[in-house]
């Protein structure tokens, strides 16, 4: 185990995933301490006791102790961060993250750091539509994808406590990938499925829909209710992938039309069987 | 209560749907047969307690008591059911349904129907990626909304038996649209979701991409577990409608996807406040 009980880790940022963060990890019988905006962020998570101490004003004494460092802030206000009071960081300390995309940060934060520090991506696959430390859960991640975006700075020892640190907070799969093959998958399974539900959700009035809908299109839009500040800066640090991956989804939806509007049957079978097969491989569900 | 407990009803088609209304309206008190292609269905349902007689073979002593019959069959087969066995029911009884489309089925069935019979539509909301008797559930209608589409043909009577049925399986909302008007809506909420599900499940090969999907994908791609015969046949059933929504949601997809590649940050956040916004008439959650 190489994120031993010892070490004390800090939160950057104690909102929903940090507060999470915070939550499973005091469970699991770490010493956390916070950084956050709000006052009464921290007075919350005193109060319930996901934190041990926490500041809204970085100074040396405070963030020097500690030896993990996890950042859950907005990709800008993360590198604004770095640059601000990284020389408050004690020397050896690992830095790691949950932004949601990795190519656009990851090597940006590891070129302006301290040679003596070492920053190592990850990313929880879990999320709520809902924000703040007060909505923030224990079990957020439980059962959920982990994953972790080495570089060639990165070391042996911080990828295994990276790794560790996945499975601590309850995350049932931990993989590794570069930096560019998360982009793409996220590219695919995240920001495109956003992309769909927000343009779906916008296509008619929907007050009166509610009394005629199934849970098809309930599933399909509950990612819908959106954080507009974050996802357009997620999509847009990863521009291009994201482009990439709507122009492959457009291309299989106007397939489907063109066979429903030729009335061709069998390509609509046969893009049905394939969709069918393809799912059954996600049919260990996640349960909350 | 235009549904008297007296009244026997029939149930044509003992699948998943079928089986479904046989619990609910056994559980509620009523008299339930069916008659199904597979005697094992029959079997199951019989030794389940869930219909009172079964048979295979439609016949004039069994048909001719039921005073209310529930249709739970393909389409095609529903129209080919009416023309051969239409005699043998029984002068007053009122036919309806659980097809999916209305406008191409209802007016057809009421112009070939016999002139003292009546059949009025009707579409429950819910549904389940699994078929058969064996997966039906009792409380699949719970909380679910349930559409009644009448005509110029129907009765006030029948109406408002109708309107009974889906409140007596479980539904919480039943509301009366035209046949038009419910494959407008039944276009978008379902048919296209669908499509849209179908299209994004097919864009990669999935197995390598269940160690890295969040909750996003798994819900939008839930229903593209799809059966093949059944869904082409209804979607090629409302192809125009079906068409007019797969537009309108390519459209809206498009204005998203240009406004990304623009680095229009304005156009990516009006529409995801609107789609946030538009969403939050869907909070109160169907629970099962």
Chains 1, 2 share one sequence.
Not at 56 to 76: M, R, V
Not at 80 to 100: F, H, N, P, R
Not at 209 to 237: C, P
Request: proline share 2%; aromatic share 10%; net charge negative.
């Amino acid at each position: 185990m190489h994120l031993r009980k010892e070490k004390k880790i800090l939160i950057v940022g104690l909102g929903l995933m940090g507060g999470s963060y915070a939550r499973a990890l005091t469970k699991a019988g770490y010493w956390v301490g916070a950084v956050t905006r709000s006052q009464s962020s921290i007075e919350y998570a005193l109060e319930k006791e996901i934190i041990k101490e926490g500041t809204t004003q970085p100074n040396e004494d405070f963030i020097g102790k500690y030896e993990l460092i996890i950042f859950a802030l907005y990709p800008h206000i993360f590198i604004e961060w770095i640059e601000k009071y990284q020389s408050m960081i004690c020397s050896g300390a690992v830095l790691t993250d949950v932004t949601g995309v990795k190519g656009s940060i990851v090597y940006k934060v590891q070129s302006m750091l301290r040679k003596d520090l070492e920053f190592i991506g990850a990313h929880p696959m879990a999320g709520r539509e809902v924000y703040g430390v007060e909505n923030s859960k224990e079990e957020l991640f439980k059962g959920a994808n982990y994953i972790v975006t080495p570089t060639s700075a990165n070391s042996v020892e911080a990828i295994g406590l990276c790794m560790d640190l996945g499975k601590v907070i309850g995350c049932s799969t931990v993989s590794v990938l570069t930096p560019e093959q998360h982009d793409e998958m996220i590219g695919f399974l995240s920001q495109l499925t956003h992309c769909i539900a927000v343009s779906l959700m916008t296509c008619k009035d929907s007050e009166y829909l509610v009394d005629y809908t199934g849970d098809s299109f309930r599933d399909l839009t509950r990612i819908a209710k959106i954080n507009e500040d974050m996802w357009s800066e997620l999509f847009l640090l990863n521009k291009n992938e994201l482009l990439q991956q709507m122009d492959l989804f457009i291309g299989q939806f106007k397939a489907l039309k063109d066979a429903i509007a030729t009335e061709d049957r069998d390509k609509m079978k046969e893009m049905m069987k394939l969709s069918t097969h393809r799912r059954g491989f996600f049919d260990k569900e996640r349960k909350l």
